[in-house]
């Protein structure tokens, strides 16, 4: 198999996959999630949750993160980032659409909005942001 270019390895990260999240956690091995996420090539990787998640709070204090995101098909490639969090923000209602229409479809995505209740997400939902600093692919092991 080709190595995977920095083109390709953002194309991949791109694409829908659900990703695993990873973040240190003191004391014990680390926390490792599955997570929609969402990335656009040469940009920064980032996740919804609730501020009061501990996904949340672990990100806060680490500061860091790796996410890891796979084919489940032959030829079972995979690309790895880690890197620093960069933004923690209030999550727009746009965000949150585009990340449930990405993973579910339009139509289902508004379904699954709408079970969020008449007020959608809530004021504790926010955007976590990842900037890609190192990469793995499975060419690169």
């Known amino acids: ?4 270019t920095p083109e390709a390895r953002e194309a991949f990260l791109a694409a829908r996959h659900v990703g695993v999240l990873s973040v240190a956690e003191p004391g ?3 926390l490792t999630v599955p997570i929609w996420y969402g990335y656009t090539p040469g ?9 009061a ?3 949340a709070a672990l990100l806060q204090a680490a500061g860091r993160a790796s996410l890891c995101v796979q084919d489940e098909a032959p030829p079972y490639r995979y690309v790895s980032i880690e890197g620093p969090v960069t933004t923690i923000a209030p999550a727009t209602p746009a965000a949150i659409r585009a990340l449930a229409h990405r993973y579910l ?3 289902e995505g508004d379904t699954f909005l709408a079970s969020l209740g008449p007020e959608g ?20 092991e």
């Open 53 to 55: 998640s501990r996904k």
């Open 105 to 107: 479809g339009a139509a």
């Open 28 to 30: 014990r091995g680390p």
């Open 121 to 140: 997400p809530g004021e504790t939902d926010i955007l976590i942001h990842i900037r890609p600093e190192r990469w793995l692919t499975m060419e690169q």
């Open 1 to 4: 198999m080709a190595k995977m």
């Open 43 to 51: 940009g920064e990787v980032w996740v919804w949750t609730d501020r």
